[in-house]
Nanobody, 122 residues
Framework: QVQLVESGGGLVQAGGSLRLSCSASGSISSIPSMGWYRQAPGKERELVATITSALSTNYADSVKGRFTISRDNAKNTVYLQMNSLKPEDTAVYYC????????????????WGQGTQVTVSS
């Protein structure tokens, strides 16, 4: 059974930085895609950034130039470095990993982390 463990959220002043991490455990064959999403109160969940196994990245326009997504395949971990944070970045941040298991390596499914709160004060 997979476990996704997120960490790194917290309270920071505008202009500050935070680094989120999300690690997966289990008998994993591959993780083709990793990503971060966020959901602010009263709003729908939105994509923040994604990264493929080929290290191709995609960012929401609102975070380009401020956030950086990266991954460590040996640790089955994805990171989100968030700089120049703004109050509008306040949200619960979720990681999503597309995981293929060793015994079903030809098929990947999406798994979500539990979410971590990021609050940016003005």
């Amino acid at each position: 059974q997979v476990q996704l463990v997120e960490s790194g959220g917290g309270l920071v002043q505008a202009g500050g930085s935070l680094r989120l991490s999300c690690s997966a455990s289990g008998s994993i064959s591959s993780i083709p895609s990793m990503g971060w999403y966020r959901q602010a109160p009263g709003k729908e969940r939105e994509l923040v950034a994604t990264i493929t196994s080929a290290l191709s990245t995609n960012y929401a326009d609102s975070v380009k130039g401020r956030f950086t997504i990266s991954r460590d395949n040996a640790k089955n971990t994805v990171y989100l470095q968030m700089n120049s944070l703004k109050p509008e970045d306040t949200a619960v941040y979720y990681c999503k990993l597309e995981i293929a298991w060793e015994d079903t390596w030809w098929r990947a499914s999406d798994y979500w982390g539990q979410g971590t709160q990021v609050t940016v004060s003005s």
